[in-house]
T-cell receptor, first 115, second 108 residues
Framework: DAGVIQSPRHEVTEMGQEVTLRCKPISGHNSLFWYRQTMMRGLELLIYFNNNVPIDDSGMPEDRFSAKMPNASFSTLKIQPSEPRDSAVYFC?????????????FGDGTRLSIL | LAKTTQPISMDSYEGQEVNITCSHNNIATNDYITWYQQFPSQGPRFIIQGYKTKVTNEVASLFIPADRKSSTLSLPRVSLSDTAVYYCLVGGNNRLAFGKGNQVVVIP
């Protein structure tokens, strides 16, 4: 099994640009999570999907952030327009079921730098 | 949302047992307790999960008292490669929360 695959691994762009982060969950997993990690705030849950449906997006910082899961094997996290304070490592994770009853498997993250 | 509290950091010598405690006073009936390990430039990696009492696997043990308001991760005989950040996650159904994490540094 290839595990959770995220792309790109690194992204550097200027403020105001649109940023799209991509995630391919583990095949057969029904739940997908997007996290953001910074030194100051630690690991924060942004949004999670169950069977491709967004269940909890209360962690999405503001309207500039949006996430989609058009099918069971692909999800995107988009920031438009991007700002320097969005610089962080963004992780995607998947699990067999939602909630905390099944462990989450994380990708290696996308390190985003907004100049 | 069930919040968790852990010590920020701790040092340990190689070969010793390391115990990390996480407080989760408002844990709900359906919540599980899960611990993750994170190395620099990598995503968190699952270590162990439990609901109550004690759970043991090949890498760690998890102790959960009867009131479930805290849990302790025990790493037996740590090595230098166990230097990492350890996170306690409490959640179930739609309630998920990572703690701040505990930086464990193993000293030769």
């Amino acid at each position: 099994d290839a595990g959770v695959i995220q792309s790109p691994r690194h992204e550097v762009t200027e403020m105001g640009q649109e940023v799209t982060l991509r995630c391919k969950p583990i095949s057969g997993h029904n739940s997908l999570f997007w996290y953001r990690q910074t030194m100051m705030r630690g690991l924060e849950l942004l949004i999670y999907f169950n069977n491709n449906v967004p269940i909890d997006d209360s962690g999405m910082p503001e309207d500039r952030f949006s996430a989609k899961m058009p099918n069971a094997s692909f999800s995107t996290l988009k920031i438009q327009p991007s700002e320097p304070r969005d610089s962080a490592v963004y992780f995607c994770a998947s699990s067999m079921t939602g909630g905390g009853s099944q462990p989450q498997h994380f990708g290696d993250g996308t390190r985003l730098s907004i100049l | 949302l069930a919040k968790t509290t852990q010590p920020i950091s701790m040092d340990s010598y190689e070969g010793q047992e390391v115990n990390i405690t996480c407080s989760h006073n408002n844990i709900a009936t359906n919540d599980y307790i899960t611990w993750y390990q994170q190395f620099p430039s990598q995503g968190p990696r699952f270590i162990i999960q439990g609901y109550k009492t004690k759970v043991t696997n090949e890498v760690a043990s998890l102790f959960i008292p009867a009131d479930r308001k805290s849990s302790t991760l025990s790493l037996p005989r740590v090595s230098l490669s166990d230097t990492a950040v350890y996170y306690c996650l409490v959640g179930g159904n739609n309630r998920l929360a990572f703690g701040k994490g505990n930086q464990v540094v193993v000293i030769p």
